[in-house]
């Protein structure tokens, strides 16, 4: 029995369709480990140039590339192997190639896009040139969806599935998904708003006067914006709604401004003039004042208790921190100017007047 198996064996490796399928695997297994090592060896160059494009590309291919070798490898060894065995579901393995062919390419390319994405930002930063992350995120997001959307397509044409029978279907059930999802698409086109208008980007501060919102911009999707407040509580804002409300963007302000109302004593009122003068010499030669803006030091107004004078004028900084420090410095310079005048800063008070004069005698009868 042994000998018989043995002889059958053998009769069945002898055939010649079978032949060439070993040799059809072993070339592919060949070229599998020779793509390999190129694909290494061209790796190892790729780092070394500055461009970020190669190293996106070999860096993305390797893998989906050595999976097709393998699927056109294997679908030709079982279109001789359908030839010669009598299995329906071999029917399925052109097709099937074809998908996984399609999906591969799909694979490569999301990877690309990402890839290229990140070494752009990163190239960038070690330059230290100015990268808007905002939209290389909505070109990435936006090419990614057109890949899946193009392989999803092409997969569907492979089945023998109709694309202009599915895009029709698609128009129809369009109009249905329209009304019943008119807030995701109302988000959707505020997210294509922002990503085109650029109103404000990742890592920038922004608020609201109409709404509850202040704080950092961490992420932007095509739905909605997740805002850090300055408590550290993530906001979640829906991207309709800034089609609807005011956004103010303090981190693109060119300046700060100091606003400030002194107030010196109704007995100080002949210094005052001086006093003014001196504040205003003080704050043209303060080196992080910016002369260039508007600056104006003047007696404004007699106030129920104080004369004021009206400080108003912007720092060279919009850094939080530093415009304080430079705010405080310009308060102890004022009050060090009113100080060596004589004069004393301002607080409410009120007068009486007690009149000691005797009451007429008819009044001090009543």
């Given at each position: ?9 053998l009769?069945f ?17 060949a070229a ?5 090592f190129l ?5 190892r160059v790729?780092?070394?140039?500055v461009t970020?494009?190669?190293?996106a ?11 097709v070798i393998?699927?056109?490898g294997l679908s ?6 359908r ?5 329906p579901?071999?029917?399925?393995v052109?097709?099937l ?6 999906i ?8 690309f ?12 930063l070690?330059?230290?040139d100015?990268i808007?992350r905002?939209?290389?995120?909505a070109?990435?997001?936006l090419?990614?969806?057109?890949v ?9 044409q ?8 599915v895009l ?10 329209g ?11 505020g997210?294509l708003?922002?990503y085109?208008d ?12 109409d709404k509850?919102?202040e ?5 932007i ?11 550290k509580?993530?906001i ?6 800034f089609t ?7 981190s693109?302000?060119?300046n700060?401004r100091?606003r400030e109302?002194?107030g010196?004593?109704?007995?100080d009122l ?5 006093i003014v003068?001196?504040i205003r ?7 992080d004042?910016?002369?260039a ?6 007696f404004?107004a007699f106030?129920?208790?104080?004369l004021d004078i009206l400080i108003?004028?912007f720092?060279r900084?919009?850094?939080?921190t530093?415009?304080?420090?430079v705010?405080?410095?310009v308060l102890?310079e004022?009050?060090d100017?009113?100080a060596?005048?004589?004069a004393?800063?301002?607080f409410?008070?009120q007068?009486l007047?007690?009149?000691?004069e ?8 009543a």
């Amino acid at each position: 029995m042994t000998e018989f198996v043995h002889r059958v064996g053998l009769g069945f490796l002898a055939e010649p369709w079978i032949t060439r399928i070993i040799i059809i695997l072993a070339v592919t297994a060949a070229a599998n480990l020779l793509a390999e090592f190129l694909l290494r060896h061209v790796r190892r160059v790729t780092v070394r140039t500055v461009t970020v494009w190669d190293d996106a590309l070999v860096g993305c291919a390797s893998r989906p590339m050595l999976v097709v070798i393998w699927l056109i490898g294997l679908s030709l060894a079982v279109d001789i192997l359908r030839r010669h065995v009598d299995e329906p579901f071999l029917e399925y393995v052109v097709p099937l190639r074809n998908i996984g062919i399609v999906i591969c390419l799909a694979w490569f390319l999301l990877r690309f896009i990402g890839r290229v994405s990140e070494n752009i930002v990163a190239a960038r930063l070690v330059r230290g040139d100015e990268i808007d992350r905002t939209t290389v995120d909505a070109l990435s997001k936006l090419g990614r969806l057109v890949v899946v959307v193009s392989a999803l397509l092409l997969c569907l044409q492979t089945l023998g599935v109709s694309i202009a029978g599915v895009l029709t279907l698609g128009g129809i059930g369009g109009i249905a998904v329209g009304f019943a999802a008119k807030d995701l698409l109302a988000n959707f086109f505020g997210g294509l708003t922002i990503y085109l208008d650029r109103p404000f980007s990742v890592g920038e501060w922004i608020r609201s006067p109409d709404k509850a919102i202040e704080g950092t911009v961490e992420y932007i999707s095509w739905r909605h914006t997740r805002v850090r407040a300055f408590n550290k509580n993530p906001i979640y804002v829906p991207n309709a709604l800034f089609t609807t409300i005011v956004v103010e963007n303090p981190s693109r302000m060119t300046n700060r401004r100091i606003r400030e109302v002194i107030g010196v004593r109704y007995d100080d009122l002949p210094k005052v003039a001086a006093i003014v003068s001196d504040i205003r010499a003080m704050l043209q030669a303060h080196p992080d004042i910016d002369n260039a803006q508007t600056l104006i030091v003047n007696f404004t107004a007699f106030a129920a208790s104080s004369l004021d004078i009206l400080i108003y004028t912007f720092t060279r900084t919009t850094v939080w921190t530093e415009y304080h420090m430079v705010k405080q410095d310009v308060l102890l310079e004022i009050a060090d100017i009113v100080a060596r005048h004589g004069a004393q800063i301002a607080f409410p008070t009120q007068t009486l007047h007690v009149d000691l004069e005797p009451p007429p005698p008819d009044v001090a009868r009543a």
